[in-house]
């Protein structure tokens, strides 16, 4: 199938692809999808005291649109407070990347890891309260 | 700027027409354009001979007589033909037909025609090496079956069937046996007295020749095999196979026949797969966790499948496009169900995803063969660097003790 240039363009240079440590405090990990379904994403996030997501790496595997999209996100998140990255839709990375309807899942797949990945900062900051 | 084509590695969908079948057909697109059923003139007479020494090409590949070959459109058609001519025809003998999980969709979905009109069809499982068991095939034949079908060779992994022993079996229980052997033709010896097939499928473009033009083998002797016809007409193929014969696209099927007899039987096909041999031994000494899918032994020589865990097919066919040749993933489908051969197989579906089908032919090189090899080690490494299962088998994580979510 045709992938759109923006597509390719993260496939072939993807952004911030790579791990940060799982078990620093300050780094919520998101592990969305099933290697069944031929998609699975690692989105990691590097949040500060403010809230503020200061890092972003991504790992795929998945199709070039899922390898995309997770890239993208990356890029988009960095810099941004985690409460208006939540409010990043799939909509807003389909219509970034100008992805097909048999790829709209990858989008969804992308936005699911943000949510994942700020939750488990979350966790992580509740048990860490609940222990001081 | 003229697009830079691929290495053509994708000879099980379809294979480069040979230049020596070009240069045969094309007098019969021009000069000799007359229709073979003209039986009244010159024009016509010069078709017929065409046609009827095409038909005498196709049945020396197979060791047929030139009045077993019924020319049409294609193996589609032939797999139609046979299942359900054959059906339509011993209906009154039983209504019970055996196939098997891994065949093509043509004859698979032919079957589940045949089963709308009230036949009963079982469709058999493989073991893990594609193959079917014969005991199982054996303890399947019922008195009211009429018909076993069941490909030579498999079109996604290659995978050879036990014929000989499958048509033995078949002669000893008054079965009728239909073997699509298309992927075969160009590469393996095929002989349906030695084998004891009834009816074979016969596809030009697979072997070399033109597409949209094929054959059916329809044993004319020890059993004479009656088939009811599909398509209605002027009664040509005698009467199984009505329509205009389309001469330069028969005159190319016979031409590919005969030069596929002479790359068996010259050597040729051993070339092939020293390539193919080349490629996967290439693969092997660079990369881990490759998976073989389908048996090595009983394989069609310019055939390998295999999966490249953790790295995902249509990503992977992305990052390779320099190689043409296809994934058993199926991301794009809305089912997002991949190969339903490699399932058949027992193939988990994680690594369903991540294969590929490599398909050498009579025109590729060595030196393509390095430069694939070169290519598809620097993007796999590129890809499991990128993909979070490779990473945490690395880690020693078993996957299957993870709570993946579906979606």
């Known amino acids: ?132 | 700027m003229p697009r830079v084509m691929p290495i053509y590695f994708d000879n099980n969908a379809t294979t480069p027409c040979d230049p020596r079948v070009v240069e045969a057909m094309i007098p019969y697109l021009g000069e000799r354009f007359g229709n073979p059923a003209s039986r009244n003139h010159a024009y016509g007479w010069e078709a017929q001979e065409a046609v009827e020494l095409a038909r005498e090409q196709v049945a020396a590949l197979i060791g047929a007589t030139a009045k077993e070959i019924v020319f049409t459109s294609g193996a589609t058609e032939s797999n139609n033909l046979a299942i359900k001519g054959a059906a339509l025809y011993y209906e009154k003998k039983g209504k019970h037909i055996i196939t098997v999980a891994t065949e093509h969709k043509a004859v698979l979905d032919s079957c589940h025609a045949l089963e709308r009109d009230g036949f009963e069809v079982s469709y058999l499982d493989v073991k893990a090496d594609g193959r079917i068991d014969l005991d199982v095939l054996a303890a399947a034949i019922r008195p009211d079956t009429i018909l076993v079908s069941v490909m030579f060779a498999n079109n996604e992994i290659g995978v050879i069937q036990p014929v000989a022993e499958i048509g033995a079996l078949c002669k000893e229980k008054g079965v009728l046996f239909h073997c699509d052997a298309v992927q075969a033709l160009a590469y393996v010896p095929v002989n349906v007295e030695a084998l004891g097939i009834d009816l074979l499928s016969i596809s030009a473009h697979k072997m070399y020749g033109p597409k949209g033009i094929g054959a059916l083998y329809v044993r004319r002797g020890r059993p004479r095999v009656r088939l009811q016809a599909l398509i209605d007409g002027g009664g040509h193929e005698r009467g199984l196979r009505s329509g205009t014969l389309p001469t330069h696209q028969i005159v190319g099927l016979g031409k590919a026949a005969e030069l596929c007899k002479e790359a068996i039987e010259g050597g040729e096909v051993e070339k092939i797969r020293a390539l193919r041999d080349r490629l996967w031994s290439g693969l092997q000494a660079e990369l881990d966790e490759l998976y073989l899918n389908g048996s090595w032994e009983h394989r069609l020589p310019n055939n390998l499948n295999v999966s490249f865990a953790y790295v995902e097919g249509e990503a992977m066919m992305m990052g390779i496009k320099r190689i043409a040749c296809s994934s058993g993933s199926a991301c794009t489908s809305a089912s997002l169900e991949p190969s339903y051969v490699l399932r058949a197989l027992g193939v988990d579906v994680e690594l369903a995803h991540t294969s590929i089908r490599f398909g050498l032919g009579r025109f590729n090189t060595a030196a393509e063969v390095d430069e694939a090899l070169a290519i598809i080690v620097e993007k796999v490494k590129f890809l499991r660097e990128m993909s979070p299962l490779y990473e945490m088998f690395k880690e020693g994580i078993d996957l299957k003790s993870i709570q993946w979510e579906a979606h």
């Open chain 1, 1 to 132: 199938m045709a992938y759109s240039q923006k597509v390719v363009d993260h496939y072939e240079n993807p952004q911030n692809m790579g791990s940060l440590d799982k078990n620093d405090e300050s780094v919520g990990t998101g592990l969305v999808g099933a290697p069944a379904c031929g998609d699975v994403m690692k989105l990691q996030l590097k949040i500060n005291d403010d809230g503020i997501i200061e890092d972003a790496k991504f790992k795929t595997f998945g199709c070039g649109s899922a390898i995309a999209s997770s890239s993208l996100v990356t890029t988009m998140v960095k810099g941004q407070h985690i409460e208006e990255a939540e409010q990043i839709k799939n909509a807003d990375i389909a219509r970034e990347l100008s992805l097909p309807p048999v790829k709209i899942h990858c989008s969804v797949l992308a936005e699911d890891a943000i949510k994942a990945a700020i939750a488990d900062y979350r966790r992580k900051r509740a048990s860490q309260a609940a222990a001081q």
